[in-house]
């Protein structure tokens, strides 16, 4: 992938977001766990989250789980984010933020292993969080588990199914570690010309879809 | 200039920013990145003066290398695992000319069995071929690590591979600082060679030596390289100097002060063991750690003041001596022999086996405690293991043992899931 | 009466100095002795007495020296040539040389041109050359590398049909029903089988490169005019000696240069000329011999024929014979030639 334009100083984008009480809160880092399935972009998914942090001002740090990735076999991606420097090189096993950008997996792969108290979920379907049958979601705060039809998005402003820069709109509304602003660089130093103005456009319906479902969700705690 | 980019990338930047005049390579996972982005700016005109050969094998590239070398071009390469057993005596046939080639080496197991994942046995095989072999801790090291590995080489006129591990630094996208041109150019002067291959002044390189002289040809090399041991930090004074950071050197101790345990290590796991080090320390245990960056030659006098005052030394090492043990752990108990520490062997990370920061708190822990083993294989399934040797005691047909193993692993991972 | 065609007259060696270089123009003339030759290999090398190989490695190299103005590399595989040419603590290599590994040799050149390219150096060109064993066995990747990258390099081939330097083991180059120390000529089917052969010429042609060509130390004059016919061009080149060993084939040093011209008069080995891939030129045989007269001067076919030198297995024999056969009609080695 082509690196983020740089310079010495790295000024953040957006004012302070409430995202940065997860970067205190976490202590060290934040440990963000993708998965997905091969050629869905999770790995593209982690390395672009991990620009948006370094567009942000912060360190991060993004890595696959380096299987034999086939099309369609599961694959895991992880990022961490943090005002210092990272030096851990482990696979995230105490997920603060969970990104699922295939809910079939759940038959294969234990989606939530190890998932931290107040993590946040992403979830990348249109169906209701509540039917998908996830019993660890309802241990947590419900504003913190999120939904977005990031495929159909996909399908709407790319014409193709690769849900990854639009679940990063999502990531940035639940979260607010990083400014929707940050996720646009991020994918303008990816793809370029309509890709990259499709793929901003659907980050950006994302990030709406999710503010608003986060809103409800706050205002409506018992749903 | 910071950017946010992957090891491969940044390691390819770095080698343009070096001036190399061949590079000659042969792709194997997980090096492709690193060639292929040089290959891309040699084509694209953004690395001028350069020839980049697509090599037909790894003996091919390390040959291709020593050709130009021979003839005075700044020669690079890149390589891993299988790939540094083909050519493997071409590695040493560089070494013992003299040639100052630069290969980076992105660490990956050893088969059989194949194993494309992360570990120091490649490294490990051609120890003894007398090359200077640096290791990286992270990507912003191995980019710092490239430009010192051709210095160093020119400079001693001995080969040196940057070892970088595989997936876990090549892949690993994270905040990098590349150095400019200029900045390059100010540490890097052009090539000049002490043997070169010259129509005009002919002679002949390679012939038989025969037992009159051989012994002290070698002798030379093993000289030779372990000026690197002065050369070094000389260098890496002046890079860091004009890079603002500190860079390369022989031993880099952390938090060993007043230390009790002492954790060695190599390559990228120091990350992880110097956050289970800072833990440790927050709750009043004096432990710290040492990263070797320059493994050959070997720092035996800068490991022994590094770890001067610790009880216990405990080598975290990503490959084995099979029949033997622990390898790092055996040079490093020969230079702590002295102090009185006991030195105790972990094998960790074989083949890509993450090594999570519990692991490395346990073993610090156990350390402490004293019930470390002299020798301990992190993370064992040792019931894998009794079934094998049930298997093998049951009847002579036991079959193939990777393929046992794995059908066991499967199996009770799916009685563990339900 | 039809008229004859008009053929060239050449003059051959026959064992004696009764006909050779003085009846032939001077443009004609491998010039043996002249003070201005490069004597790039020069003596005081080991080689055996009547070694087929250092014959044919100085005047390839004398030739191509002159062909490039003194401007030039070579990068040696490891066998006899290297080895006999650079006994600890001498070297008889007045050029500068390179000695990496046995099976590297192609790719050694390729790093070689690219860096005489790369460092201001681009008129210096790159000879590479090895035995059959580094270019048919060992080397044979490595070659088929530089071949399909059309690297700028000759690579010769020295052809003694054997592992010679280290004691006369079978390569992939060595012919049908020979006695090597690995192909003893014991048991049903004495002497190496009968495989499918490793035609490296015409496996370089199958990469289609700008110039192939064979030749062999009988005809020294055709070997430099090869020679330097491919120093003239660029890209890939592959030529293919045939230099009897006396050592290894058992036979008389005196006869070396007699051995190869029987080898092509017989049509077992086929002096020709290829450019991408097409044959453009082949040597006519001008009087065919059977295989016969070439395989009973040498110890290495002694199997073949009783003490009286009658054939003691013709069905070994006639095989050899059908190669030699086949090569005849494969290159038109015994059609008039146009004039």
Known sequence: ?223 | MLQQVEGSKAVAHAVAMCRPQVVCAYPISPQTHIIEAIGAKVKAGELTGCEYINADSEMAAMSGVIGASAVGARAYTATASQGLLFMMEAVYNAAGLGLPVVLTLANRALGAPINIWNDHSDAMSVRDAGWVQLFAESNQDAVDLHVLAFALAEELSVPVMVCMDGFVLTHAVERVDLPTQAQVDALLPAFVPRQVLDADAPLSIGAMVGPDAFTEVRYLMHARLLRALDVMPTLAASHAEVLDRPVGGLVRPYRTEDAEVVVVAMGSVLGTVKDAVDELRADGSKVGAVGITCYRPFPAAQLRSAIAGARRVVVLEKAFSTGVGGILSAEVAASAGATGAAVHSVIAGLGGRAIPGSTVRGILRDALAGTLAELTFADLKTELIEAEFTRMAAGRRSGPPAENLLRDLVAGERRRHG | MAEHPRTRVRFYQVGSFAVGNRLVEDHQRSAQSERERANSLTSGHRACAGCGEALGARYALDAAMRATNGRMVAVNATGCLEVFSTPYPETSWRIPWLHSLFANAPSVATGVAAGLRQTGHPDVRVVAQAGDGGTADIGLGALSGMFERNDDVLFICYDNQAYMNTGVQRSGATPGGARTATTEAVGKHPGNPFGQGKDVPRIAMAHEIPYVATATVADLFDLETKVERAMSLHGARYLHVLVPCPLGWGSEPSRTIELARLACQSGLFPVFEAVRGEVVASTRIRRREPVEAYLRGQRRFAHLFDREGAVRQPEVVAQIQSIADRNIERYGLCEVAAS
């Open chain 1, 1 to 223: 992938m082509e690196p983020a334009a740089g310079s010495a100083a790295r000024p953040a984008l957006s004012a302070p977001a409430p995202g940065s009480d997860l970067l205190r809160a976490s202590g060290s880092s934040v440990q963000i766990r993708l998965h997905g399935r091969g050629g869905q972009g999770t790995v593209t998914a982690a390395e672009l989250l991990s620009v948006a942090a370094f567009e942000e001002g912060l360190f991060a740090q993004a890595f696959p789980s380096f299987g034999s990735e086939r099309m369609g076999a599961p694959v895991e991606a992880y990022c961490r984010l943090s005002r210092s420097p990272i030096r851990t090189r482990e696979p995230v096993s105490r997920p603060d933020v969970l990104i699922i950008q295939d809910a079939s997996l759940i038959e294969q792969v234990d989606l939530f292993s190890g998932l931290r108290d107040g993590a946040y979920v992403l979830v990348n379907t249109t169906e209701p969080l509540e039917d998908l049958g996830f019993p660890p979601l309802a241990a947590l705060r419900r504003d913190h588990v999120l939904s977005v039809p990031a495929t159909e998005l996909a399908r709407e402003y790319l014409g193709r199914p690769t849900p990854n820069s639009v679940l990063l709109g999502g990531f940035a509304a639940m979260t607010r570690l990083v400014s929707l602003g940050a996720v646009h660089h991020a994918i303008r130093h990816r793809f370029s010309g309509a890709v990259a103005d499709a793929n901003v456009a659907a980050a950006a319906a994302a990030f709406e879809h999710v503010t608003a479902e986060r809103e409800g969700r706050v205002r409506a705690p018992a749903g």
